[in-house]
T-cell receptor, first 114, second 113 residues
Framework: GAVVSQHPSRVICKSGTSVKIECRSL??????MFWYRQFPKQSLMLMAT?????????EQGVEKDKFLINHASLTLSTLTVTSAHPEDSSFYIC??????????FGPGTRLTVT | GNSVTQMEGPVTLSEEAFLTINCTYT??????LFWYVQYPGEGLQLLLK?????DKGSNKGFEATYRKETTSFHLEKGSVQVSDSAVYFC????????????FGTGTQLKVEL
């Protein structure tokens, strides 16, 4: 149980385009989802926290107009990287939790912007 | 602010060797401490946790003890296997912090026959 999926696992896009990453909780209802970014050999950095049906809370330094997060249902959250640039290339990981319990992590999405 | 410091990897061990991965933390309160493991191509999985000082978390032969006096939560295993090869992340959550995890940089473990 407690499986979280992400789609796509890898994506390459051209500079200036937008790309959407999906995070799904497959067998539980996720009241809260988290989006992280991971650079090579560095920590997972929390980007934002989203609660179902409400606006996401972004961490300091994260541009909310660039990284659009939608948590429209209890099983799906999406992260859209708008007007992507090469510096947005990274590994994006989501996690989901139910009512403040343990976070369950997705396998991550490797974004490469050319 | 809150932070977690882990030893740099990769750590390479022979099968059946003893494992220690050091983790120390800085926090403004009394955090709960976690070890997560990430196997190749998979998401992070909770390995073990401890919620207060002197608690010992254990799972799959791994152990870590919450040491408040040294602000540490070192991960240990008496005899590693090839299947333990993965990246290990130390992390903390502060009570009232909205369930936000603060991670260390991760330590890659390679176990060879």
């Amino acid at each position: 149980g407690a499986v979280v999926s992400q789609h796509p696992s890898r994506v390459i896009c051209k500079s200036g385009t937008s790309v959407k990453i999906e995070c799904r909780s497959l067998d539980f209802q996720a009241t809260t989802m988290f989006w992280y970014r991971q650079f090579p050999k560095q920590s997972l950095m929390l980007m934002a926290t989203s609660n179902e049906g409400s606006k996401a809370t972004y961490e300091q330094g994260v541009e909310k107009d660039k990284f659009l997060i939608n948590h429209a249902s209890l099983t799906l959250s999406t992260l859209t990287v708008t007007s992507a640039h090469p510096e947005d290339s990274s590994f994006y990981i989501c996690s989901a939790s139910q009512a403040g319990s343990e976070q369950y992590f997705g396998p991550g999405t490797r974004l490469t912007v050319t | 602010g809150n932070s977690v410091t882990q030893m740099e990897g990769p750590v390479t061990l022979s099968e059946e060797a003893f494992l220690t991965i050091n983790c120390t933390y800085t926090a403004t309160g009394y955090p709960s401490l976690f070890w997560y493991v990430q196997y190749p191509g998979e998401g992070l999985q909770l390995l073990l946790k401890a919620t207060k000082a002197d608690d010992k978390g254990s799972n799959k032969g791994f152990e870590a003890t919450y040491r408040k006096e040294t602000t540490s939560f070192h991960l240990e295993k008496g005899s590693v296997q090839v299947s333990d090869s993965a990246v290990y992340f130390c992390a903390l959550i502060l009570g009232g912090g909205g369930n936000k995890l603060t991670f260390g940089t991760g330590t890659q473990l390679k176990v060879e026959l």
